[in-house]
């Protein structure tokens, strides 16, 4: 199904320009504990979010403005906020009492949850994760809603490295970045066509996480992405801008 | 009493990721929830916790008092300094 892209918006440590972007190199994946400043979200907000929530609301906020009363908002992260809640079991295993703040923020919707109270989102939201394929589900559950009626939806993909205790489980490179679309479901000037497709697997599993692959085809200018997960191929092509 | 004012203050900044605040920004006096700092629920649930690891004082989760006992830095200090004097 094609669907639009009308604005996005990316956040990694180093890279957040679309410059910046047509420039990353998926070999050299970024680290270190850079953080985004996340000037929108209220400082008594935003001193509660660790890296994985405050990246998606850098990238969400720049949208916040143009969303209608009925947009709806789906967050998307395979692995959620690992470094958290591993803290929460590490405090379980010692017998001591959890961090009222870190439990209430330890659920997948959290970074959501914050999102549509700052902004007042009463449309529908969804948080999910669906393994190696996240990014791609979110997108095709973000096109679901526009070819039901939906004249946008706003796509945000989180992720953040697996805690270091969950590191020698990880199956794929993966690094700290949040990814905003804003998705529409006809042309507008500005935006891009873009069209996604899925097939069963098809060749080797990409060894990048699904979000670095697509953020490097996103910033460069390849007319199409094929990449293959675990189960699934799927391929992206996008057509000119709309003058 | 200022050492205990000095603790107390240090704990509210760290324990709530407080970055931008500094001690001397907290008033001993002022009200540390709504108007004063802007402190929420959960963070009297942090700072209950909080008191408790580092201060060794027992808070009674019904107490109609602890609304008094959290007013601001002063309460706070009169409350764990009648804890450990029991």
């Known amino acids: 199904m094609q669907v639009w892209v009308s604005q996005w918006a990316a956040w990694a440590p180093g890279i957040a320009s679309a410059q910046q972007w047509s420039a990353f190199d998926p ?19 935003r001193r509660r979010l660790t890296r994985w929530g405050r990246q998606a609301l850098e990238v969400a906020d720049t949208m916040a403005g143009a ?12 692995h959620g906020d690992t470094a958290r809640t591993y803290k929460l079991l590490e405090s379980l295993a010692r017998a001591e009492a959890l961090s009222p703040n870190a439990f209430s923020l330890s659920v997948h919707n959290s970074a959501l949850g914050l ?7 009463k449309a529908p939201t969804l948080a999910l994760a669906a393994g190696r394929d996240t990014l791609a589900a979110a997108w095709m559950e973000a096109a679901s809603w526009l070819s039901d009626g939906s004249s946008q ?14 590191q020698r489980y990880a199956d794929e490179r993966d690094m700290p970045a949040a990814l ?27 060894a990048n996480a699904l979000s670095v692959d697509f953020l490097h085809w996103w910033g460069g200018s390849e007319p199409a992405l094929e990449v293959t997960t675990d189960q699934h191929s799927w391929r992206w092509s996008r057509a000119l801008a709309v003058a | ?26 008033d001993t006096e002022a009200p540390l929830f709504g108007d004063g700092l802007g402190l929420d629920s959960i963070d009297a649930l942090e700072l209950g ?14 107490s109609e008092q602890n609304k008094e006992h959290f007013r601001s830095v002063a309460s706070l200090r009169n409350f764990v300094l009648a804890q450990q004097a029991q």
Request: aromatic share 4%; hydrophobic share 45%.
């Open chain 1, 27 to 45: 070999e050299q994946l970024p680290t270190g504990d850079d953080m985004p400043p996340a000037a929108g979200v209220p400082a008594m907000t």
């Open chain 1, 67 to 78: 969303l209608g009363g009925d947009t709806p908002v789906i967050f998307s992260s395979r």
């Open chain 1, 115 to 121: 999102f549509s109270i700052l902004h007042q989102v």
């Open chain 1, 153 to 166: 939806v706003l796509l945000v993909h989180t992720e953040e490295p697996l805690a270091e205790f969950y």
């Open chain 1, 180 to 206: 905003a679309l804003l998705l529409t479901a006809g042309p507008a000037s500005g935006a891009v066509p873009v069209e996604l497709s899925m097939s069963p697997a098809r060749g080797p599993a990409s």
């Open chain 2, 1 to 26: 009493m200022a050492d205990i004012d000095t603790d107390i203050k240090q704990m509210i900044i760290e324990e709530l990721e407080l970055e931008d605040i500094a001690l001397e920004d907290i």
């Open chain 2, 49 to 62: 916790l909080a008191l408790q690891k580092r201060f060794n004082v027992k808070i009674d989760a019904n």
